[in-house]
């Protein structure tokens, strides 16, 4: 088919629109490596002699951990006894069962011990209601709290809060594991400086592929499970360049649900957990910008890559589908509830910088990859586009995407050594090539269904297929 001349200067007009688009992402991923590189040198070092730890001990704040558990009999034994493994003085450990319909509960009963208690707490922050309080016979400091399901996390976080009597506030997920010392390091920002810190996040990593016994991480490994493998490289990429960088420019305005550590009081301030929302951890933050902005306070939203939370991702299409569309509907319900802050100078760089990259990065990015990967081969296929910009193209998309996962693999390596042997980084290095060819096509159309899940009104919150720590694959 011979196409005319303007239909051609209007296809070749969009290709180069989109490689534009592009570059302008590649440009900004640059950035963030480039910050990465020169903040990583410069994160202290953890003291790692526990006698000079234990001399200052006693000026570290209280921490009560908050583990919400909705149906997790299959990880919550190994994960409490992680949390209870924490060397941390003045530890309070807080498992709130959102109304499980598996044997969570009874596990947990049989296995600590649990029997009722009494506390005195206020309804701070709204949520379900408590239906029962139970203490361990074996450990004073675990505290389980049964509950009404109340249709999502942040309902169960919620009374987590109230029920809390520290200080500070450290939410997980009850399928994570974290670390050892992974509280001393996090909550360094806190002792340096107590008056200003309000949130810390630390880094998140696959735990899929690793062997867990009696709720220990002893050996570390790559899942088989080829998307649990793509997921490792992107919780590499996300926690090792973003977060540190935006960290570094005060430009955070995410700490992880799975692994954060907060001032009770300021999330007290701000009403606690949002419940009309999927992106609790996001929108959490965000509310904590906005309040301390207002209040004209100075304040700082820290995130450190060495405390680590290990985490179970989804192996199966439709969890990770589900995952993703739910990731992508919090982001888009934050920016719509606080669309007002978004290029308001009176919230400085979150609202000039920080708003605007996540409406960029979550409404925009996807939409626009979708249509690169639909129009640039279709104008090709059909001669609307001649090879050489076609080459230009995808020559620009698979070899910086490579780039960065490279550039990971080797920054984390260098700083970290997660992996345990060569194997394991040439194994990731050819994922890093495949995660081209499929699997991020997919993820930007998730996302894109994400979207449209939001604007049609679609709440719903799919479970996730879990396998637990026992195996290792």
């Known amino acids: 088919m011979t196409w005319s001349d303007e239909a051609v200067t209007w296809a070749t007009a969009v290709t180069l629109f989109l490689l534009v688009c592009r570059s302008l992402r590649v440009l900004y991923r640059l950035s963030l490596i480039g910050v990465a590189l020169t903040a990583l040198p410069f994160s202290p070092p953890m003291l790692r002699d526990r006698s000079l730890w234990r001399r200052y001990a006693g000026h570290a704040p209280s921490i009560s951990i908050l583990a919400p558990a909705s149906d997790e009999e299959l990880t919550v034994i190994e994960s409490v006894t992680s949390l209870l493994r924490q060397d941390y003085p003045n530890l309070e450990v807080v498992v709130i069962n959102d109304g499980s319909r598996d044997d969570t509960l ?56 109230n029920v809390a009597r520290s200080s500070l506030i450290c939410v997980i997920d009850a399928d994570s594991l974290i670390e050892i010392d992974a509280l001393q390091r996090l ?43 793509f997921q490792t490289l992107e919780y590499l990429r996300a926690f090792l360049f973003a977060r540190v960088t935006l ?91 606080h669309l007002g802050m978004t290029f308001n100078p009176s919230y400085g760089r979150i609202g000039f910088v920080s708003l605007p990259l996540i409406l960029v990065a979550d409404l925009a990015s996807p939409l626009l990859a979708v249509l690169s990967y639909v129009l640039v081969p ?5 001669g609307l586009l001649d090879t050489l910009h076609f080459q230009a193209f995808i020559g620009t998309a698979l070899s910086f995407g490579v780039f960065v996962s490279m550039s990971t693999l080797i920054i984390d390596e260098l700083e970290f050594r997660q992996f345990s042997g060569a194997r394991e980084l040439a194994t990731l290095a050819v994922v890093a090539v495949a995660e081209n060819f499929g699997y991020r096509q997919l993820n930007n159309l998730w996302r894109l269904l994400g979207i449209y899940d939001h604007f049609r009104g679609n709440t719903v919150w799919e479970a996730i297929p879990r396998r637990g720590f026992s195996r290792s694959a």
């Not at 049989?110 to 016979?137: D, K």
């Not at 004073?140 to 009374?159: M, T, W």
């Not at 279709?378 to 059909?382: D, E, R, Y």
């Open 378 to 382: 279709l104008f090709w296929a059909t």
């Open 187 to 229: 909550v360094r920002p806190f002792m340096r400086d107590p008056q200003a810190t309000i949130a810390a996040g630390g880094a998140v990593r696959v735990i899929n592929g690793c062997r867990v016994e009696d709720g220990r991480i002893v050996e570390t490994g790559l899942a088989r499970n080829l998307l649990a493998r």
């Open 106 to 161: 009874k596990l947990l009963t049989e296995h600590f011990a649990l029997t009722p208690v009494e506390r005195n707490y206020n309804l701070w922050v709204e949520h379900a209601p408590i239906t029962g309080l139970f203490g361990s016979n074996r450990d004073p400091r675990l505290l389980v709290v049964d509950k009404v399901n109340g249709g999502g996390k942040s309902d169960a976080i919620n009374a987590g809060i």
């Open 247 to 337: 960290s570094r420019l005060g430009l955070l305005t995410i700490v992880s649900g799975a692994f954060g550590l907060f001032d009770r009081r300021v999330v007290l301030e701000v009403g606690g957990y949002s419940l009309d929302t999927c992106g609790e951890d996001l929108e959490l933050v965000v509310k904590m910008h906005r309040h301390m902005r207002e209040q004209g306070v100075r304040y700082r939203v820290a995130y450190l890559a060495d405390p680590v939370c290990w985490t179970e991702v989804p192996e199966t299409l439709r969890g990770l589908a589900s995952q993703r569309r739910r990731w992508e509907r919090g982001s888009i319900e934050t920016i719509r509830k």
